[in-house]
């Protein structure tokens, strides 16, 4: 191994292989490697400049280390340190890493090769801890290994439809899709927290016996490694590097309605009409799809929408914000279909037709890597969407949908799909958010998906067209967790789930309400969902134009019965009632990166039993919130840290550290306030 200083860089260079660990922010080293002659310096994930070490922070120390080989004899080999503030890292003479916080080991790579000493790493097995297998004329399917640290506890990684919020021994495709959102940050139990800084198309196996990182296709190898003393302290370093939110502005603060779908100007007068006469302040009321004539026409069907300027106008006028949606798809009858294949701005595909995406109609996904394509969509959707007055934009298809998820058949401006597709949510939602803020906006990007940095881009994340079934309502809980633990503050879920939900069965009633009361403690409270029974005629005939797409069933507060109105109406007011405590947590968010939803290891990571608990969560520091997440539930158990906490329900006050057992009746789930 040969070791060479360049700055405050430590180059180390073996079998064609070029190591490079530098210094990157507060107390933090960013690992990167290469089989070519320089690393292509794509900066990914970490855009914002890091903090410049200080002197007596940062070192580079060249060492030996000794072996003892099978004749008994001592050798010394070649060994390098760099050390960044409480985090550190040792490379040995065949460049196997091994990283510390303050002196104490928390990883080191995993490799398993005889190389001719008798010590824990010499095994016959020839298992090394980066793997480049090239392709054939290409670049390098990578493999990078980790021992595995028994007792740890990982959590973040973006969002997975699963009932696990500690993520070891768990196995996680590294894509996008509808309802799975890949945001490769790693926050561990150990103090440290690790960014795989890489957007290919790949898999993270946190196995019992090692971890691996596996990238389909790419040309460094490049992650993020930071120390703490506790996951606010990992949240701070990490999004100093990635980004923050923006404020969040406070119409989104209050409560959205949506449905599937709105199909007409006037049915989205007659919901906004028929809140404000009850007294109900909508925040924001959003168009779904279909409004066009055609996916990738970007603006209203006039038929259906002849006047919207003067509708957005009526919205304004009682104080609620709109959104639209916006689809990357663009279907072969688009307007603009042919000029945006001619300038090259559509997704590629390396064999067969040129199709990628065949939900009502033969379409292309638009390529968002392209600056060009950037520029041509927030064109139009400013003309035909923005300049009439429409605030926000729900930029629904993210990930994106595709046909079928072979990524290996697509390609990208900047590359082949393998290589970059965890990427482009965060490009597309770039394509509204730099001209919005350009032009004095306050953006605010509805996705169901995003990447390592999207919370820069003023992303509210949902998590998906999840099914409405407790099942669900369960994993959207610890997904909304793990979400947090990922740098991501602004996320939300459908209420009551999308797909599903007789709006006349009792049971789906009882679930929708469990849902809603979990909602007001999210950091965006939205109604939404797709509602049988589906026997809403179209409007027309035909495949052409917003008149023929279905609808589901009324999704508003009144559509559910007098009762339940009244506990949707008693907990809306307790949502009006946590604005200023909202603005508080919404601007933690901006200036330090902590999540709105928290685990409680969050808030209490020196207790033991808040590492354990996945079924509640603190909302911003004071709040303590316990959904109920099975039907037919009435009381459950609740875990109070040690300090005293109010039942905000009954200002009846507990002392903690101890289990309890709240009533939870059907209109209110037990939410316990911090008393300091």
């Given at each position: 191994?040969?070791?060479?200083?360049?700055?405050?860089?430590?180059?180390?260079?073996?079998?064609?292989?070029?190591?490079?660990?530098?210094?990157?922010?507060?107390?933090?080293?960013?690992?990167?490697?290469?089989?070519?002659?320089?690393?292509?310096?794509?900066?990914?994930?970490?855009?914002?400049?890091?903090?410049?070490?200080?002197?007596?922070?940062?070192?580079?120390?060249?060492?030996?280390?000794?072996?003892?080989?099978?004749?008994?004899?001592?050798?010394?080999?070649?060994?390098?340190?760099?050390?960044?503030?409480?985090?550190?890292?040792?490379?040995?003479?065949?460049?196997?890493?091994?990283?510390?916080?303050?002196?104490?080991?928390?990883?080191?790579?995993?490799?398993?090769?005889?190389?001719?000493?008798?010590?824990?790493?010499?095994?016959?097995?020839?298992?090394?801890?980066?793997?480049?297998?090239?392709?054939?004329?290409?670049?390098?399917?990578?493999?990078?290994?980790?021992?595995?640290?028994?007792?740890?506890?990982?959590?973040?990684?973006?969002?997975?439809?699963?009932?696990?919020?500690?993520?070891?021994?768990?196995?996680?495709?590294?894509?996008?899709?509808?309802?799975?959102?890949?945001?490769?940050?790693?926050?561990?139990?150990?103090?440290?927290?690790?960014?795989?800084?890489?957007?290919?198309?790949?898999?993270?196996?946190?196995?019992?016996?090692?971890?691996?990182?596996?990238?389909?296709?790419?040309?460094?190898?490049?992650?993020?490694?930071?120390?703490?003393?506790?996951?606010?302290?990992?949240?701070?370093?990490?999004?100093?590097?990635?980004?923050?939110?923006?404020?969040?502005?406070?119409?989104?603060?209050?409560?959205?309605?949506?449905?599937?779908?709105?199909?007409?100007?006037?049915?989205?007068?007659?919901?906004?009409?028929?809140?404000?006469?009850?007294?109900?302040?909508?925040?924001?009321?959003?168009?779904?799809?279909?409004?066009w004539t055609v996916q990738g026409d970007w603006?209203?069907?006039?038929?259906?929408?002849?006047?919207?300027?003067?509708?957005?106008?009526?919205?304004?006028?009682?104080?609620?914000?709109?959104?639209?949606?916006?689809?990357?798809?663009?279907?072969?009858?688009?307007?603009?279909?042919?000029?945006?294949?001619?300038?090259?701005?559509?997704?590629?595909?390396?064999r067969g037709a040129m199709q990628t995406y065949?939900?009502?109609?033969?379409?292309?996904?638009?390529?968002?890597?392209?600056?060009?394509?950037?520029?041509?969509?927030?064109?139009?959707?400013?003309?035909?969407?923005?300049?009439?007055?429409?605030?926000?934009?729900?930029?629904?298809?993210?990930?994106?949908?595709?046909?079928?998820?072979?990524?290996?058949?697509?390609?990208?401006?900047?590359?082949?799909?393998?290589?970059?597709?965890?990427?482009?949510?965060?490009?597309?939602?770039?394509?509204?958010?730099?001209?919005?803020?350009?032009?004095?906006?306050?953006?605010?990007?509805?996705?169901?998906?995003?990447?390592?940095?999207?919370?820069?881009?003023?992303?509210?994340?949902?998590?998906?067209?999840?099914?409405?079934?407790?099942?669900?309502?369960?994993?959207?809980?610890?997904?909304?967790?793990?979400?947090?633990?990922?740098?991501?503050?602004?996320?939300?879920?459908?209420?009551?789930?999308?797909?599903?939900?007789?709006?006349?069965?009792?049971?789906?009633?009882?679930?929708?309400?469990?849902?809603?009361?979990?909602?007001?403690?999210?950091?965006?409270?939205?109604?939404?969902?797709?509602?049988?029974?589906?026997?809403?005629?179209?409007?027309?005939?035909?495949?052409?134009?917003?008149?023929?797409?279905?609808?589901?069933?009324?999704?508003?507060?009144?559509?559910?019965?007098?009762?339940?109105?009244?506990?949707?109406?008693?907990?809306?007011?307790?949502?009006?009632?946590?604005?200023?405590?909202?603005?508080?947590?919404?601007?933690?968010?901006?200036?330090?990166?902590?999540?709105?939803?928290?685990?409680?290891?969050?808030?209490?990571?020196?207790?033991?039993?808040?590492?354990?608990?996945?079924?509640?969560?603190?909302?911003?520091?004071?709040?303590?919130?316990?959904?109920?997440?099975?039907?037919?539930?009435?009381?459950?158990?609740?875990?109070?840290?040690?300090?005293?906490?109010e039942d905000i329900r009954t200002g009846e006050?507990?002392?903690?550290?101890?289990?309890?057992?709240?009533?939870?009746?059907?209109?209110?789930?037990?939410?316990?306030?911090?008393?300091?």
């Amino acid at each position: 191994m040969q070791f060479i200083q360049e700055g405050q860089a430590l180059l180390c260079r073996r079998q064609g292989e070029t190591l490079r660990i530098e210094p990157w922010g507060r107390d933090a080293l960013r690992v990167r490697a290469t089989m070519y002659p320089e690393l292509t310096g794509h900066d990914w994930a970490l855009t914002e400049a890091p903090e410049a070490p200080e002197a007596s922070a940062f070192a580079i120390t060249l060492g030996e280390e000794q072996e003892r080989e099978g004749d008994g004899l001592m050798y010394s080999y070649p060994t390098a340190t760099v050390r960044n503030g409480r985090v550190s890292v040792t490379v040995n003479h065949v460049g196997v890493m091994t990283f510390y916080r303050d002196g104490k080991k928390i990883l080191r790579e995993y490799y398993r090769f005889y190389w001719g000493t008798i010590s824990k790493e010499s095994r016959c097995l020839k298992t090394v801890s980066r793997e480049w297998m090239p392709y054939v004329g290409g670049d390098y399917r990578l493999t990078v290994r980790f021992e595995s640290n028994d007792g740890e506890k990982l959590f973040g990684m973006g969002q997975y439809q699963q009932p696990y919020m500690d993520l070891k021994g768990c196995v996680l495709e590294l894509a996008q899709k509808n309802s799975q959102i890949t945001v490769p940050f790693l926050v561990s139990s150990l103090g440290y927290g690790l960014l795989w800084n890489n957007p290919a198309v790949g898999k993270v196996s946190f196995g019992k016996n090692l971890t691996e990182w596996e990238a389909g296709c790419c040309r460094d190898m490049d992650y993020w490694i930071t120390a703490a003393d506790d996951p606010k302290g990992l949240l701070a370093n990490y999004t100093a590097v990635t980004g923050r939110a923006p404020m969040m502005p406070e119409s989104a603060m209050g409560f959205w309605q949506c449905k599937l779908r709105y199909r007409t100007q006037d049915e989205v007068l007659s919901v906004a009409r028929r809140y404000r006469d009850l007294g109900i302040q909508l925040g924001v009321i959003v168009i779904d799809f279909f409004h066009w004539t055609v996916q990738g026409d970007w603006k209203f069907d006039p038929k259906y929408w002849p006047d919207p300027k003067a509708m957005i106008d009526e919205l304004h006028a009682m104080g609620i914000k709109v959104a639209v949606s916006v689809w990357p798809s663009v279907d072969r009858r688009s307007e603009n279909f042919s000029e945006m294949v001619e300038r090259g701005l559509l997704m590629r595909t390396e064999r067969g037709a040129m199709q990628t995406y065949d939900y009502q109609g033969d379409c292309v996904q638009i390529d968002p890597m392209n600056p060009e394509t950037r520029d041509y969509i927030w064109r139009k959707c400013k003309e035909h969407y923005y300049d009439l007055g429409i605030d926000y934009f729900w930029l629904d298809n993210s990930e994106p949908d595709l046909t079928k998820y072979d990524f290996d058949n697509f390609r990208y401006c900047i590359g082949p799909a393998l290589m970059c597709s965890c990427i482009y949510p965060q490009e597309y939602s770039r394509a509204f958010y730099e001209p919005l803020k350009a032009l004095g906006a306050e953006p605010v990007n509805l996705l169901r998906a995003g990447w390592a940095g999207s919370q820069r881009y003023a992303n509210v994340l949902w998590s998906g067209d999840v099914p409405s079934t407790w099942e669900s309502l369960r994993d959207q809980v610890q997904a909304g967790l793990n979400i947090g633990l990922a740098g991501i503050p602004w996320w939300n879920t459908d209420i009551g789930g999308f797909m599903g939900g007789n709006v006349n069965d009792p049971d789906f009633r009882e679930l929708l309400i469990r849902w809603y009361e979990w909602a007001v403690f999210e950091p965006v409270m939205r109604l939404h969902g797709d509602r049988e029974p589906f026997t809403i005629p179209a409007l027309e005939e035909g495949e052409r134009g917003g008149g023929f797409m279905r609808t589901g069933q009324d999704n508003e507060m009144w559509s559910f019965g007098e009762e339940n109105f009244a506990i949707m109406r008693k907990h809306y007011e307790l949502r009006r009632s946590l604005l200023p405590y909202l603005k508080q947590i919404f601007r933690e968010a901006h200036e330090n990166g902590s999540p709105l939803m928290r685990a409680m290891f969050y808030e209490f990571p020196e207790d033991a039993r808040c590492w354990e608990l996945s079924d509640q969560y603190m909302f911003g520091p004071d709040y303590l919130v316990a959904p109920v997440m099975t039907p037919q539930t009435f009381s459950r158990e609740v875990y109070l840290p040690a300090g005293a906490w109010e039942d905000i329900r009954t200002g009846e006050t507990l002392e903690g550290g101890r289990t309890v057992t709240a009533d939870a009746p059907i209109d209110s789930i037990p939410v316990f306030r911090r008393v300091r």
